[in-house]
């Protein structure tokens, strides 16, 4: 299979604003993890340069009939949107791989068809949440009508960075609202294309505009502004924190955040099917090499099952090639920069420091055409209060804890802080069902790991892992607010 050449990829290093590319002075460096090579420069919006872009969206929410017209109709608007993005697979996929970790092979066959067909799963929801008739007295009428914001102000991470964006605009496009967009400076540039083919697709100019920059500038400056009414945001739970604690100050508005996670994997001893289980396993935390919010970090089995099964995890681990997004052959892609890569072996020292035994990995592969490649690590002997158990460590890193009855394995699978997903392996529908009912999480998988294409199925975490969900119904109604209305029917009789 062909990939591409990185050095050819050129890339639209500018903000989208009123549906043209504005470029500005170099300010930031953007370097493919792949081989920690500078690619491209972006410019950073400073908060003048935000001003503008939220200005601008506003103005295009008010005077085009973007929230006015017939829903059916924004509906084929983001249909045809979704079509030209997946016709633009060639391009797209290359600009999401150079510079992000996201293996050229995987962003062809899935994160660009995911894109599109996530907008289209929106576009199917433009005319089904008008509201609702209130069960009022008999002489009234009560309706609770559902309206668009204004502009709802996005922040997306680099890890899935095209997925992400398609998630937070496209449920607030939707619902009749403008987008202002921050994507990661890791991974700025697919937001570009994807609103240049969003003003194709007939989005009016304006609507979806990009600004881009660090968090601190930039960043503030989106969540500050008083004109953005509601915030949407991917990323860690201190940054989300930050986000909330900002809007609060700044005017308050609703957020939506969507944080970190420890997510447990609970392995009954009598879960089916002991390879294709290994397979999961090891596939929920190596995945984008770990670098996946609902990575399933923390392996809790029962004792009859460990070794057998984590031998067979550890032959999965052993068998993954790490190497370039832009290379067909590797399975194992990079970490997203130096700095996550250093916290990620500083997180794995600092395990091994409080008693977890290596059984394999440990640290980064060595040598390579530059970048970072974390050898999938697994650890064990840990208990609860160990930080490779109580940190999101984003890389390859799998604990393993063992526990004789369902109760101690319950108990274990709780974490302190996050709740965002957790995975239940057993026969037994009764107690996989306990199971889902004793986790504190925002998703249970029962036998299976990992999202599905059932867009439909809301995504979100509980405590510390966020408010409220992308995806479902639920993400469509997040981005409307709702005007009650009573009509007295006897004044005019
Ligand atoms: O994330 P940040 P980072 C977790 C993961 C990772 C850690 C750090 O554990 O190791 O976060 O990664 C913007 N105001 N996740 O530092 O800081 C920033 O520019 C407004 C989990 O990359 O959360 C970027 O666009 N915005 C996660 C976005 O926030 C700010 C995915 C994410 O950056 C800001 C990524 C501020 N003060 C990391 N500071 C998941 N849930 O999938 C930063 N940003």
Not at 147 to 175: D, H, Q, R
Not at 202 to 229: K, M
Not at 320 to 340: K, M, N, V, Y
Request: some cysteine; charged content about 20%.
């Amino acid at each position: 299979m062909s990939s591409f050449n990185p050095q050819t990829v050129a890339v639209p290093a500018g903000h989208f604003i009123g549906g043209r590319l504005v470029a500005g002075p170099p300010a930031l460096q953007v370097r493919r993890p792949s081989d920690g090579q500078v690619h491209a420069d972006l410019p950073l919006a400073d908060a003048t340069l935000v001003d503008e872009a939220v200005q601008n969206a506003w103005q295009a929410w008010r005077n085009t009939d973007w929230a006015r017209r017939a829903p059916r109709e924004r509906a084929r608007v983001l249909r045809r949107w979704a079509d030209l993005i997946e016709q633009s697979v060639a391009t797209l996929a290359p600009l999401e791989s150079v510079c992000s970790t996201r293996p050229w092979r995987d962003a062809t066959a899935w994160d660009v068809p995911f894109t599109a067909e996530g907008l289209r799963f929106f576009a199917e929801y433009a005319d089904k949440l008008g509201g609702e008739v209130a069960a009022t007295q008999h002489d009234h009428l009560g309706m609770v009508v559902a309206e668009p914001y204004g502009v709802v102000g996005a922040i997306t991470p680099w890890n899935f960075p095209l997925v992400m964006m398609s998630w937070k605009v496209g449920a607030a496009l939707a619902a009749g609202n403008a987008v202002v967009l921050k994507p990661s400076e890791l991974t700025p540039y697919s937001a570009v294309r994807l609103a240049e083919l969003a003003v194709q697709a007939g989005v009016p100019p304006g609507l979806f505009n990009v600004v881009q920059g660090d968090g601190r500038t930039t960043g503030e400056a989106l969540t500050r502004h008083p004109r953005i009414a509601k915030m949407t945001f991917t990323g860690s739970t201190r940054t989300g924190a930050a986000i909330m604690a900002s809007c609060a100050l700044n005017g308050p508005k609703p957020v939506t955040l969507e944080l970190g996670g420890k997510s447990p994997q609970l392995v009954f001893d009598d879960a089916p099917g002991i390879d294709r289980l290994a397979g999961v396993i090891a596939g929920a935390i190596t995945g984008n090499a770990g670098q996946v919010c609902v990575a399933g970090s923390r392996l809790i089995v029962q004792r009859r099952l460990a070794e057998p099964l984590v031998e067979r995890i550890a032959q999965r681990f052993a068998a993954l090639r790490p190497g370039a997004t832009w290379d067909p052959e590797a399975t194992l892609p990079p970490i997203i920069s130096a700095p996550q890569a250093a916290r990620i072996v500083d997180i794995i020292e600092r395990a091994r420091a409080a008693g977890a035994q290596l059984r394999c990995g440990g640290g980064l592969f060595d040598g390579g055409p530059g970048g970072a490649y974390c050898q999938p690590t697994l650890l064990e002997g840990v208990d609860d209060s160990n930080p490779a158990v109580q940190e999101e460590i984003f890389g390859p890193v799998l604990t393993v804890q063992t526990f004789d009855d369902e109760e101690e394995g319950l108990a274990l699978a709780a974490h302190p802080h996050y709740g965002l997903a957790a995975g239940v392996h057993t026969a037994d529908i009764g107690r996989a069902l306990r199971a889902m009912r004793a986790l504190s999480a925002g998703t249970v998988w029962i036998n299976r790991y990992g999202r599905s294409s059932d867009f439909v199925i809301p995504t979100g975490g509980y405590h510390q892992s966020g408010i409220g969900k992308d995806l479902g119904r639920q993400a469509v109604e997040a981005n409307l607010r709702f005007k009650s209305v009573l009509i007295d029917l006897a004044a005019t009789h």
